[in-house]
């Protein structure tokens, strides 16, 4: 079974940053490290853009403000996909929809992180929902009750549902902005609880001890000239390495398994479970730069992108 998103409702990843957090002893210095890592890395991808000469007009900002929305919503992809891996690899029951639960499993990592950049991780991926909103509504698609997934906006209020519900004081100002009633503000705390406890239950008998040996998850970077600078910055910035350097150090899995960033003729993510692989499009970046570009100027002022 493949879990293909469509490209119009993409998803989400694997926090690895997230992730890294919970429960391991040796987090705090992985996570700095990884983090400077990733910054370095968008600094490094800012200078990219800089060089094209259909983003000149620009500023420097808005150029930064790009760059950490493709980051974002990259990395709450690579944990969505983590979240269907998990379930697969671990046989799990999944009652409901797997979608819902794989966005669940990362945004509730991303919550139990509880850091500013994970909590950035989860408004970018909020935001990037809003705007595929905005563009099937000027494109004049149709809505895909059907779906596997959600519809766009309400895993944009998912993710705000859930970040409410597990801190409402933190959040106060997100759910006044994002017109999130009262009363769901309520339920969203019995919501963000009963997921995070399920999760935990799920997950606690597949936690490593740090005497059990670690499964490999190889890492590949599938050569392409036509993505040759995503691929530099991407190694750059070690997102794929530090997401398989958490699984690994996390969880016992039942067998060996790889990340492969590639490109894959449609922007996309997705775990295969007949193959053990966890597949990153390179086009999906290309896919959240045109999404941004062409929507970020219909979000309310404070979240618009800077000229
Ligand atoms: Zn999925």
Known sequence: MTYWISYRRHLTGAMIVTALTINVPTATAQLTQQQSQILSGIDKAVEAIDKSPR???????????????????????????????LINQMDMPVLGREEDAADSFAVVTALKMSSGFSTR???????????????????GNALAFYDEHGLDLQRAYNVVCFMVGADP???????????????????C?????????????????????ADQPKVAIKVEYQEDEKYAMQIEILRHMGLL?????????????????????????????????????????????????????????QLPRKYRAAR
């Not at 000149?56 to 269907?84: C, D, I, Y």
């Not at 959040?171 to 339920?187: G, H, S």
């Not at 406890?197 to 997950?203: C, I, K, R, V, Y």
């Open 55 to 85: 983003m000149k007009t620009m500023s420097p900002q808005a150029k930064r403000q790009l760059v950490e929305f493709v980051v974002g919503n990259t990395l709450f992809v690579m944990a969505h996909e983590m979240g269907h891996a």
């Open 121 to 139: 991780v989860l408004l970018e991926a909020a935001k990037g929902w809003v705007l595929a909103s905005k563009r099937d509504k000027k494109q």
């Open 169 to 187: 004081e933190k959040y106060k100002t997100l759910a006044a902005d994002t017109k999130l009633p009262e009363e769901r503000q309520k339920t």
């Open 189 to 209: 705390a019995w919501d963000y609880k009963a997921t995070a406890w399920s999760w935990d239950e799920m997950l606690k008998k597949h936690l490593r001890a």
């Open 241 to 297: 390495e530090a997401f398989a350097a958490h699984a690994a150090d996390r969880y016992v899995w039942p067998r060996p398994f790889s990340i492969v960033a590639r490109s894959c003729g449609v922007p996309n993510a997705r775990w295969q479970n007949g193959t053990l692989t966890l597949t990153l499009c390179y086009e999906l970046a290309n896919y959240f730069m045109e999404l941004f570009q062409g929507y970020s100027s």
